[in-house]
Every structure is written in structure tokens, then in C-alpha cells.
């Protein structure tokens, strides 16, 4: 054991100085205690649930225990003994996105054969009675290392011929759709290229392209157990290949990433040789796709839930990547996939009440790992305001882009039910220039000045006079605001829109430094 820990130590501070800065995150003091061995970890996509094996329960007996964080972990809690008993198979676990659901693996009855897939939620502080997820995940042979997809409509686990409390051989590794209707699809086994004799605990990345696994007979180890990723691309798994920045000469297998998708999370050697938590940095070639969560509430002022529709689409792919419906309590939570730029809408069931609309670019290269909006959709009251965010024009144009016909179409549906009122198209422009030259292209248009320049000059009789001449002077600048404010109305118009119902006010706010155009567009409510 003291051999070992000197390998991996050796490694990690390797892989540390060959980056040149820190590369590792050592998880906090409230989780590694220095008198503990702690390995396993599975964390939630969110970041904010752990559950992980050390030997803290009596006597020294290995235990698993569960921690959560809103900022800061708390003190980690072993798992109650409903689940937490010697009849599971210890690092067999795995946790709902959001940390708030566990699933497990047991044979302790009722169960379809011999280790089972269960599932237990948190409900304050409290895991439920665990429940079997049946048929057709679990079957006659030893089913367990569940591991779901962020919406949890996808499932990979494994399938063993021999299990029990501390280790499994003869594993494959299957995956499962779920039904519209919530049921699971019949398991599929994954290709031979992974499946090679002996492949477990896989581990489904919040991209739901990337898998994570490990096993001893793909023929490229460093000793025991080793951990390969692979990525799915156009329906076809590649060849799996070995994460040689994390594999050491000891097994390789319990890991876990969250969704931002940057960092593994494993056990590593401790200061007094022990085993800690810690997580590394994923090399960029082989990293998952970070995902970022979105979450929070759609309610009334009177705090209520608003029955209404979430849309977010891929404005890359035109292809929608979440649609539903908040829950009961107006709450909702979803994932989206960095790289590209998302529309999100929300749409009330009733006309005569307001709308939501909102952008998210996830193409530079820091994305947050979760995203709060809290939406209050009410009816309009004067002065109101509804910003046009997802209203855009194609560049250095007052051409609407087709991505704005939903947005218009909205606010044409609540004028329609608020006929007493006007609504007030206010285009604002931040960054406005001008020149007497065309200088640079977004220069789209001109103003001609008449400027009266006093002249001298001689009359008839040799006398000197003055008059004034009429000079015209161009001007180049970037404010296509009136232009835009009139395409959109007459957007609105052609729409079936009342035109007495839309006016429009437009604002240009000169560049003080050299910066990038903005645009913003909102409709406030006007008594007519």
C-alpha cells in the first residue's frame, strides 16, 4: 500500500509541474480528513451533491456517506441504513443531475435477480424506502453502476455474470432509452469495440456523447483496471482509447466529471498516506462538452405558477434542445451544450398575459456552470416594459432576421387583447459614429448637412459685398435605428397587427471609446 501511494504522489505531482500551474483541486478539508480513506466519488452534474466511500463507519468498516452545497459542502452524512448495508455493492451508486435522487446497487430483496438497480430520493434530509427500477434494466444476471443522462432519459449500467460487496468480473456494459411514456426501452448491449470482457462502471458525461469506463482487457493497461473514454458521433461509438493522464499501475475505475465538464474528480494520495479526493484537469483533446444548467421559476406576482410553455433552440442548427412545461410549483431545470447560441422562449397558455425571451451564447471559452432565471409573466399595465431580446437584425442592416417572427408574433397577440393600449417600439443604439468618410462598413448611411458659408465677392459696380452660400456636406454613420424601429412595424403590420396600436421611439448614443454596436429593443405600454 505504502508503494502505491508513492506511485500515484509521484504521478499527481507530475501531471501538476508539467503544466505549470495548478492542475489539481484538492476537494475541501470538511470532505478529506486526513485520519480518513476516501475513494469513489460520484458527483451530481450540478456540482453540488457528492457521494463517496471511506472507511468513517464503526470500527473502520468502509461506509457510504452523502454531502450537498448551495456555496460551501457541509459536513458529509453517512447514508442512511435502508440503503447503506452490507448487501449493496459498495461503489455501485450514482446520482440524479440535480443530487436530489440516488441510485444504487443491491441484492437485498425484493429483486429480480442477483444485484439490483434501486432508487431512493431526497426528500429535506430524508432518503426514501428504496425502490427497485425492475424490469427491463434489471434482469436474472447482477445489474448496477447506473449512470443517467442530465434529463435522465438515457441509462448506461453494467451487466456481470459474478458480483458481490467489493468487486464484479465478467461485465458488460449496457445502455437504455426511456420512453415517452416512462418506461425504459430494452437495455441495448454497446459495441464489441467496448465491450471487450470485463468493461464497468460506466460513466455517461452531461454531454451525452462522452462515455467513461474502465476494464482490465483492452489490452493497453497499466496495471488492474483502467479508465477509456469514448464519444458517440452520428449514432456510432469510436474506438475506445485510455485516459493516460489519470491511469496508475493500481485500478482505475471509480471517477466522476460534472456537467461544466472540465475537471475528473478521483481519489488520489493524501498528505498522511491516505487516499483523498481530488480532482484533475481533463486535457482539452479529450474533454466532454461542458453543459450548462439552467434553472429557476415562472410565476405571477401573486407568486403563483403560470401555465406556459419552455422552449430553448439550437440557433445554429435551428433544432430545438429542451421543450416542457415548469412543474406545479412553476419551478423548471434544464441543460445546454456549449459551443453554440440558444433562444429561449416562454409562451403563457393565456393571450392576454405577458412573455419571455432571452439569448444565451455558449461559444467563448469560460461558461458558467448553471444559470438562474426567474421569470414574472403578468398582464401589461402602463409603462410596462417587455424587452424584444430575441427581435435581431442581420448585420449592418435594417433586415430582420427570421428568428425574430416569434417574438413580434407575441407581442402581436397581447396587443390584440389590450386594444385600449399602445405599444411602444423604443430601438436603442449603443456606439453610434459618424465621418465624412466611409471608413468602415458599418457606415450604412448618410446625412447630408446645409451649411451657409459667408462669401466675399465683387459686384457690378466694383463694389465688395458678402453673401452667404448654400454648401452641402455628407456624413457617414451607423444609426439605422428609425429604419429598424419601421421594419418592425411594418413587420407588424403585415401580420394582421392594428397599426393605431404600435408606435415607435428611437435613441443613439454616441462611441466614447472604440467599442462594439449594441442594440437593444423593448415595447413599453402607453395608454392610448
Known sequence: MNRLVLVLAAI????????????????????????????????????????????????????????SRETDWVQPVILPKQINHRLIYLRGFGLSANGKKMYFTATKAPIIGGYDIMVSELNGSKWSEPQNIL??????????????????????????????????????????????????????????????????????MADGETLIFSSDKMGTSQGGMDLYYTKLKDGKWSDPKPMDFINTPA?????????????????????????????????????????????????????KAVPCYIAMTDLTTNKRAFSGRPNAEG???????????????????QSNVGFYGRIFDLTSDKIPQRERVNVILKQPAINDEFPLALV???????????????????????????????????VSMKGYVQDSLRTNPDLTEMRVDSLKIPVASVDSSGQMIKRDSLVLKQLFHNDRTVRQAQSIIG??????????????????????????TTISIKAVVKQR
Not at 485520519?35 to 464503526?58: H, K, Q, R, T, W
Not at 419551478?331 to 397558455?349: A, H, K, L, Q, W
Not at 442581420?394 to 407575441?410: M, Y
Open 331 to 349: 419551478n423548471y431545470m434544464f441543460y445546454i451544450m456549449e459551443g453554440t447560441r440558444y433562444e429561449m422562449s416562454v409562451d403563457p397558455e
Open 392 to 426: 435581431a437584425f442581420k448585420p449592418g442592416t435594417a433586415e430582420l432576421e427570421s428568428t425574430s417572427d416569434a417574438e413580434i408574433k407575441r407581442l402581436i397577440r397581447l396587443a390584440k387583447a389590450y386594444p385600449q393600449l399602445i405599444f411602444e417600439i423604443q
Open 12 to 67: 499527481t505531482l507530475m501531471f501538476t509541474h508539467a503544466y505549470g500551474q495548478a492542475k489539481t483541486r484538492r476537494l475541501p478539508g470538511i470532505i478529506n480528513h486526513q485520519s480518513s480513506n476516501l475513494s469513489a466519488p460520484y458527483m451530481s452534474f450540478d456540482g453540488n451533491a457528492l457521494l463517496f466511500v471511506s472507511n468513517d463507519g464503526e470500527d473502520g468498516a468502509l461506509t457510504v456517506s452523502y454531502t
Open 251 to 303: 485500478d482505475d475505475q471509480f471517477v466522476s466529471v460534472a456537467a461544466l465538464g472540465r475537471y475528473i474528480v478521483k481519489e488520489a494520495p493524501g498528505q498522511r498516506k491516505n487516499t483523498e479526493l481530488v480532482e484533475f484537469l481533463i486535457p482539452e483533446d479529450i474533454r466532454p462538452r461542458g453543459v450548462m444548467k439552467v434553472e429557476g421559476f415562472i410565476r405571477d406576482p401573486n407568486n
Open 491 to 516: 413587420y407588424i403590420v403585415a401580420h394582421g397587427g392594428d397599426p393605431n396600436a404600435f408606435s415607435f421611439k428611437t435613441t443613439a448614443i454616441p462611441a466614447t471609446t472604440p467599442e462594439e
Open 135 to 204: 424490469l427491463p434494466i434489471n434482469s436474472k444476471t447482477n445489474d448496477g453502476c447506473p449512470s443517467l443522462t442530465p434529463d435522465e432519459t438515457a441509462i448506461y449500467f453494467m451487466r456481470c455474470d459474478k458480483m458481490d460487496q467489493s468487486k464484479a468480473s465478467g461485465c458488460k456494459i449496457f445502455s437504455s432509452k426511456k420512453k415517452p411514456t416512462g418506461q425504459w426501452e430494452e437495455p441495448i448491449e454497446l459495441p464489441s469495440s467496448i465491450n471487450t470482457g470485463n468493461s464497468q462502471t460506466p460513466r455517461i
